[in-house]
T-cell receptor, first 109, second 118 residues
Framework: GQNIDQPTEMTATEGAIVQINCTYQ??????LFWYQQHAGEAPTFLSY??LDGLEEKGRFSSFLSRSKGYSYLLLKELQMKDSASYLC??????????WGAGTKLIIKP | GAVVSQHPSWVICKSGTSVKIECRSL??????MFWYRQFPKQSLMLMAT?????????EQGVEKDKFLINHASLTLSTLTVTSAHPEDSSFYIC??????????????FGAGSRLTVL
């Protein structure tokens, strides 16, 4: 079956750096997405990786290794507003999105 | 950028009644829209894919007679929860994408509709 694993919850300190990992086993691969979802709100797009390597966008970076079925989202200079759930999603061979359960990130002062 | 409008944002209804949720793409045409359901502390669960001008494609385990989807135009899809029961209480989110599925197309989500069935 298809599966996406990410930690359920993480805690970090304001101003620090945190890395949220995502591993996947899917039938084919056509890209990996990271979305941010604040409590009670809809997800918003953060990043997209289809080739191996690091994609940097401001304080957020996303890394992909297709051979390892692994990605991470790196958040730098954490701010309180970064407290949210971070969803990893993979597009499979049928171009269907498979969603992870999300990682709840708690930022402490 | 692409904007998807969804309403109502929240609704409370009595058991046995039907509730309609609308999803509109405001500045682009969406031939395909997606309906998700999300229970507390869980991930998004795809319910169905709504295709303009044709029948929706439902995911396994989703009752098509209970969750009626209509995609009447390129900018509007509706989800009707028929004869709602308390177990249908959830956060319903629609989304749409621009372009074809093989591209790096980002989903744009509506704000979601929180349904509470008493």
């Amino acid at each position: 079956g298809q599966n996406i694993d990410q930690p359920t919850e993480m805690t970090a300190t304001e101003g620090a750096i945190v890395q949220i990992n995502c591993t996947y086993q899917t039938s084919g691969f056509n890209g990996l997405f990271w979305y941010q979802q604040h409590a009670g709100e809809a997800p918003t797009f953060l990043s997209y990786n289809v080739l191996d390597g690091l994609e940097e966008k401001g304080r957020f970076s996303s890394f992909l290794s297709r051979s390892k079925g692994y990605s991470y989202l790196l958040l730098k200079e954490l701010q309180m507003k970064d407290s949210a759930s971070y969803l990893c999603a993979v597009k499979d061979s049928n171009y269907q999105l498979i969603w992870g359960a999300g990682t709840k990130l708690i930022i402490k002062p | 950028g692409a904007v998807v409008s969804q309403h109502p944002s929240w609704v409370i209804c009595k058991s046995g009644t039907s509730v309609k949720i609308e999803c509109r793409s405001l500045d682009f045409q969406a031939t395909t829209m997606f309906w998700y359901r999300q229970f507390p502390k869980q991930s998004l669960m795809l319910m169905a894919t709504s295709n303009e001008g044709s029948k929706a494609t439902y995911e396994q385990g989703v009752e098509k007679d209970k969750f009626l989807i209509n995609h009447a135009s390129l900018t509007l899809s509706t989800l009707t929860v028929t004869s709602a029961h308390p177990e249908d209480s959830s956060f319903y989110i629609c989304s749409a994408r621009m372009g074809n599925p093989s591209g790096a197309n980002v989903l744009t989500f509506g704000a979601g509709s929180r349904l509470t069935v008493l």
